[in-house]
C-alpha cells in the first residue's frame, strides 16, 4: 500500500510535469474507484494546474476553479507517460497535459479521484486529518499536547490518522526504535523530551524514505513507482528474530491492532 513517503514521491515526481501545464483532456476509462469518477472531473479540460500539494496520502491539483483530489489507495500509481501510450488493463483514469499523460493505474480500485470547488481542506474526506508529521508544527511540545489523556499504546495513537495523519505501520515501528520507545508505551504518559524525541524520529523516519524513494525521482517518466524502497534499510521492521543493529539483541514482533509492530527489547523501554 503507498504510504505517506511515496505519495510525497508521487506529488515530487509529477510535479514538475504539471504546474503551469493547462489540461488539454480527459479520460475516464473505469469510474468504479472506491468513489465513482464524478463526470464533473470533464471540466478540467482547458484549466491550468497551478500546484500539486499533498494533505496526508491525498494528493491535491489546484486547477484554479477547484482542486482534483487523488487517493492512491491499495495498489494505485500515477505515472507520467507520453499521450498516445496505450492504457494497460488497470489504466482508469488519464489527465493529458501538453504532450504527456498523467495516468492512473489501480489493479483493486481503492483508489479515488474526485473533484471539489471548495476548500479542499473543508473536503470530508480531508477535514478530520490529524497533524502533518512533516510540519513545523508537530514538535515535541506539540505531540506531547496531543498525547495527554490518551491511554492507547503510543505504537497505535501515531497510527490513527486522526491525530497524526500518513504514519503507516512500518515507519511507526521505526520512528519508535529511533527514539529508544518501547511500542506499548501509553500515549498519555510520555515525557515532554520523549515526546520530542519521537517527534524527531517520525520526521528523521520518513525524511529518509522521501529521500530513498527520490532516487528513482529521475525514473519517473515510465516507471511503475517507487514502492517497497524502504524495508531494505529497516532498522526492526519485518527483521523478527534478526540482531539489533545496534546492541544486538533479537528483534521480536507482536500484535498491536491487529497489527504486527516490531522492536528491540534491548534499545527500546
Ligand atoms: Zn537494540
Redesign the pocket.
Known sequence: MPELPEVEVTRRGIEPHLVGRTIVGVTVRDSRLRWPIPDSVRLLAGQVVRQVSRRGKYLLLDCGEGHLILHLGMSGSLRVVAAGTPPGKHDHFDLEVGKKLLRLRDPRRFGAVLWTTQAPEEHPLIRHLGIEPLSPALDGARLHALTRGHRAAIKQFLMDGRRVVGVGNIYASESLFLAAIHPRTRAGRLSVQRSANLAKSVKTTLRTAIRAGGSSLRDFVGSDGAQGYFQRRAWVYDREGKE?R??G?FIRRIVQGQRATYF?P??QR
Open positions: 539489533c545496534r546492541c539483541a528491540c534491548g534499545c
